[in-house]
């Protein structure tokens, strides 16, 4: 062992891992500070940098220290979740506690892989180096992100790329997606860690400082250059009922929420456009028929494209009936989406034949959803001075989390249209952090997105990611705005995430290549 490692060695025995792991876990809690609603972007850098500094400084544990972070992560980050599970759901808090830490402990097993593979490599070689290993970490990091976008339906949230939204990283966007935005993040927090770390000799202090100037301002250069041309603009109405959501679904309710979002439109039929959020519309039947029979006459009359969030269940011979959540179109808009990236016992419940009956949460009205198919067409408006319908790429609620699903909807279109229910998560941070989510998606396809909910955030959002027009949460009220049809690609709808994962397999190679060296020279 050389001098070197003897030091290193030496410094990580003077530090007990139970210090190394309450360190980790206040890492991990400050990471979701980053995101909104608080958006403090620096705290990203910082908490990153502090959870590389904490495996380099580890002799042993590294995965243990890994998960401990995702714990700080996802127990502030998803905090939110007790809301829904507590408020609606008919848990007891004590019992509301202990699912949300089920979950919390659950999605904190995607950081363990990062500390294990860093302490893998390690072992392996003591002379594989501090750069190497950072390229370790930081595969390791965006494979994580990957395997969240799409293992066990997926859960794509906290992304290092949403927190870069109004920094110069954002330039990115465009080209490389959330996850090429993650990349350069985590790059910039191990590169900050070395320009702080007074071990480090001044040459490589240097370059960190120069290739967080390079990518800044290769971000800031690329932020002002405009992939797509906007054709038209036009005149939207989204309406937001407030609906209460512990009501909203009861029988007796159901035509007064229809009254109520007839009530809210009955000004803005002149616009272009009139949307309902999720589930606005909570009929059945002959009932459902009647209500949107009503909405495609009037739309027709008022040469307005209607766009509803409602339920739309579907009997065939011979079989159960299937209940989807979907966005239809009615007066001059066509088509129908159903939601296909549903919620987990929100909209369908796993294990449901054991879980079933044990609290009201495993039993809501909706949580018997079937996901509409992967691939769909998406809506179609008939809008002034077009000579052919507009395409809205359409995602019901969280599944606007999924980059890639919406990218490849995005690929025709000329907006992006999003309906929620935000209502589940009350006055948490989970409505801000989803709006978030959705401007990362505006700025990645180069459209425009129109977002219409039941309670907040309603808002319209331009094709640089930026809210042009919001309604405050928990106001019943109507957000009219203008919005503008888009024509060209980015290059993230082009390519997608491969460029990243061709980056990641890359990065892989090196770190193998490298190893494979080392244990030729000890052979």
């Not at 229809?258 to 589930?279: F, T």
């Not at 987990?344 to 879980?355: M, S």
């Not at 809501?364 to 319908?389: C, D, F, H, K």
């Not at 006055?427 to 459209?447: D, F, T, V, Y």
Request: aromatic share 12%; proline share 4%; net charge neutral.
């Amino acid at each position: 062992m050389n001098s070197a490692s003897g030091s290193n060695q030496s410094v990580d025995n003077a530090v007990s891992f139970p210090l190394l792991a309450v360190l980790a876990m206040a890492a991990g809690a400050i990471y979701p500070l980053s995101f909104a609603p608080f958006q403090w972007f620096p705290l990203l850098f910082v908490s990153v940098a502090c959870f590389w500094w904490l495996l380099n400084r580890a002799s042993s544990h590294w995965a243990l220290l890994a998960w401990i972070f995702g714990l700080g992560k996802y127990g502030v980050g998803v905090s939110w979740v007790y809301v829904s599970i507590h408020q609606y759901g008919g848990a007891s808090p004590a019992l509301a506690g202990c699912l949300v830490a089920a979950f919390v402990a659950f999605m904190a097993l995607f950081c363990l892989p990062i500390g294990w593979f860093v302490g893998a490599l390690k072992r392996s070689s003591e002379s594989l180096g501090r750069g190497l290993l950072g390229i370790g970490f930081i595969a390791s990091w965006l494979l994580m992100e990957w395997l969240l976008t799409w293992f066990l339906t997926g859960f794509p949230w906290l992304f290092a790329g949403h927190a870069m939204l109004g920094t110069p990283l954002q330039g990115f966007a465009p080209v490389f997606g959330v996850l090429g935005v993650s990349l350069l993040a985590v790059l910039g927090s191990l590169l900050l860690q070395t320009m702080v770390d007074k071990t480090q000799i001044a040459r490589h202090r240097g370059y960190a400082v120069a290739v967080l100037l390079i990518s800044g301002g290769l971000g800031h250069s690329l932020d002002s250059v405009s992939w797509v041309k906007s054709l038209n603009r036009y005149d939207v109405a989204l309406v937001q009922g407030n609906i209460d959501q512990a009501v909203k679904w009861d029988a007796d309710q159901r035509y007064a929420n229809v009254r109520k979002h007839m009530d809210l439109s009955a000004a803005h039929w002149d616009a272009d456009v009139l949307i309902w959020p999720e589930a606005a519309l909570t009929l059945f039947g002959r009932d459902a028929k009647q209500a949107v029979e009503a909405l495609q006459e009037q739309g027709q009359t008022t040469q307005t494209n209607v766009i509803i969030g409602m339920p739309d269940v579907q009997q065939r011979i011979g079989e159960n009936s299937q209940f989807f959540n979907t966005v239809q179109a009615f007066g001059l808009a066509s088509g129908r989406f159903a939601k296909h990236h549903l919620v987990p016992f929100g909209e369908y419940v796993p294990l449901q034949d054991l879980l079933r009956g044990l609290i009201e949460f495993f039993d809501l009205p909706m949580s018997v959803a079937t996901p509409g198919l992967r691939r769909q067409p998406n809506i179609r408006l008939q809008l002034p001075e077009m000579q052919y319908p507009v395409e809205a790429a359409s995602g019901i609620c969280y599944e606007i989390a999924y980059g890639d699903t919406l990218r490849r909807q995005a690929a025709t279109s000329g907006l992006l249209l999003t309906v929620s229910n935000d209502t589940w998560f009350g006055g948490s941070i989970g409505p801000h952090q989803h709006m978030q989510i959705a401007q990362m998606r505006a700025l990645e396809n180069g459209r425009w997105l129109l977002r219409a909910t039941n309670s907040g955030i309603t808002g319209v959002v331009n094709q640089r990611g930026e809210i042009v027009a919001r309604l405050p949460q928990f106001e019943a009220a109507v957000l009219r705005a203008e919005f503008a049809v888009m024509s060209g690609r980015t290059p993230y709808v082009y390519f997608g995430d491969w460029p990243v994962l061709a980056a990641v397999l890359l990065m892989l190679l090196a770190i193998l290549g490298r190893l494979r060296r080392a244990v030729s020279e000890t052979g």
